[in-house]
């Protein structure tokens, strides 16, 4: 089982070098992520040096991310922007020899990207996303990238379901699910029983599942639902369901921690890395 982080590395992109990717593999870690604040404007030199580093340091780009244009808009020129955005990160990631391309729906919310609005679970809504995705997808073909796409109950994307409905409407290859079960989570009954989403997450998405987003959930004691996310292992969701499932339907595919501060991520990784041993399943 392989294990990375999403984080853990200079938030500027272009100022990771080999002791900041060397500092990766230290923790215990296999993978790690380049995010591109923005896409259309990178220098090709940057890409280059930054690879050099996770070569150097025997570190793999387990997820290329970045920041581009909400490819759901109602506002074509905007969705376009984000379409082209998307693609000038294929060809980076194509450069990084990246496992993944991560792919955010957005959100129509101005406030953020993964932020709520009504406007996100209507069904044209969702038509925009095919349309956009098919345009993107066309430049992973040509560029041999796989994509991963995540979902949550707060975006278009809004169950398992609806996230299998997009790969077959798509119908690429190259399109694949980022899983994150803590975004699916979104009623208390949810967090009390966290096995039931993880269970049907496998059972409709199981076979295009290309990485993993490794944080918890808990709900805190007030007056209205308040989920937060929390490190691994330490909350309500089912990580014996989680990782067993896991290693038999994506082997070659990573663990990464996410959304956790430095001083947590190796927290994180030797909870993992118990659980693992409970479980009997060896870790890269």
Not at 9 to 30: E, M
Not at 74 to 88: M, S, V
Not at 119 to 141: G, I, W
Request: a negative charge; charged letters at 25%; one cysteine or more.
């Amino acid at each position: 089982m392989k294990i990375g982080v999403a984080g853990f590395l200079p938030s500027d992109w272009r100022k990771i070098d080999v002791a900041a990717t060397r500092r990766v593999v230290a923790a215990g870690l296999s993978g790690g992520q380049v995010f591109v604040n923005k896409p259309l404007e990178a220098d090709p030199t940057d890409v280059i040096r930054v690879k050099h580093a996770f070569d150097e340091a025997g570190l793999v780009v387990a997820q290329t991310n970045g920041w581009y244009e909400c490819l759901i808009n109602p506002d074509g020129a905007t969705r376009a922007e984000g379409i082209r955005g998307l693609q000038a990160l294929i060809r980076i990631g194509r450069q990084l020899d990246t496992r993944f391309v991560y792919v955010r729906p957005g959100s129509i919310n101005p406030n953020g990207h993964w932020w709520p609005h009504p406007d996100n679970h209507l069904p044209k809504t969702f038509d925009r996303l095919v349309d956009s995705m098919r345009q993107v997808c066309a430049t992973a073909e040509a560029e041999g990238v796989t994509l991963g796409v995540e979902g949550h109950v707060v975006s278009t994307l809004d169950t398992p379901q609806r996230v299998r409905d997009l790969l077959d409407a798509v119908g690429s290859a190259r399109l694949k699910f980022n899983m994150d079960p803590v975004n699916f989570t979104g009623t208390v009954h949810d967090v009390h029983d966290t096995s039931r989403i993880v269970n049907e997450l496998y059972d409709v998405l199981g076979k295009d599942m290309v990485a993993l987003h490794a944080k918890d959930c808990a709900i805190l004691d007030e007056h209205v639902v308040h989920i937060v996310e929390v490190v691994p292992c330490t909350g309500t969701m089912n990580y014996d369901i989680l990782m067993r499932r896991w290693v038999e339907c994506c082997p070659e595919g990573y663990f990464l921690i996410e959304h956790q501060p430095d001083d947590r991520v190796i927290i994180a990784r030797e909870a993992i890395g118990r659980k693992a041993a409970q479980l009997g399943i060896p870790l890269e």
